[in-house]
């Protein structure tokens, strides 16, 4: 039974952590669809291309001699942020000019085939760029944190771990103040309800659009620092898997909610950890799209989506 105990919370920590990162990718996935009705099929290669700057600032910090002692860890982790999350959000800015933009006024499919091809320029992108062979980074930061449970077991948090419950949160906390606070947010709502409208009000929905590609480049960019400080290891297919996950967390939740694109991500992650731990490491993921199989039998938009109604 201690033992039971000791599983149970190791493994609903693992889930809440593996569960934020998906919620932070899904919520790029949720918010281009809100707003364009489209898939971004590009925003899984966006979330890896982050990685791979996460390491690059990393390593080239690191050849200056930053990092030593406590402030100097924060000031590396800090920038190391804010360079990756520019890059990044330049590259969704881009995907956004080069793949939708053009095809504005097309069918539905020949955006989604444009940004299929993205997602492949993307890939070989980084690969013939950075080398087709995994990557990796040496541990920033190491110490854990160790909550005892009954008996001699203890629940096991490494400061990694603890940043990500931290930020995740703070981060989806502010997004939502943006989308409902500011003027940016409001002229997002309005070009999500009716474009047509929205155009005839004053705003500029393509830059509003290019913004949302933007945000949730920027929300892909966290994860992707938060992972790869988290895990340390990488390649450039990383994008295609777990952009998967993030959009069944999106489609889970109700694709354009962004508290639903968290809650999937956390509902996701809670279950792939718990089927891991225990029953079988090799079929988690059988387990996860048979949870999102059943919500949607019963929920077809999704736990907090909304069905949508047809203008007439």
Sequence with gaps: MTNDFYVIGQQLINGLVLGAIYGLIAIGYTMVYGILG???????????ISAYLTAICLAVFAS????????????????????????????????????????????KLAPLISAIGMSLVLQNYVRLSQGARNQGVATILEGTIRLPTSGDTFIQLTFIQVIILIVAPVSMILLAWLMNRTALGRACR????????AQLLGIHTDRIIAAVFVIGATMAAIAGVLVT??????????????????FTAAVLGGIGSLPGAM???????????????FVNTDYKDVFAFSILIVVLLFRPSGLLGRPEVEKV
């Design 64 to 107: 200056l001699g930053g990092g030593s002692g406590w402030f100097g860890l924060a000031l590396l982790l800090t920038l190391t942020l804010v360079i990756t999350v520019m890059m990044t959000a330049l590259h969704g800015w881009v995907v956004e000019r080069v793949a939708y933009r053009p095809l504005r006024h097309s069918s």
């Design 190 to 197: 309005a070009t999500q309800q009716d474009r047509v409208m």
């Design 229 to 246: 400080l988290n895990y340390g290891s990488f390649d450039f297919f990383i994008g295609f898997v777990t952009g998967v996950k993030a």
């Design 38 to 48: 489209m898939i971004n099929f590009a925003h899984g290669e966006i979330y890896m």
């Design 263 to 277: 809650l999937g991500g956390v509902i996701l992650g809670l279950c792939e950890s718990l089927f891991s731990g």
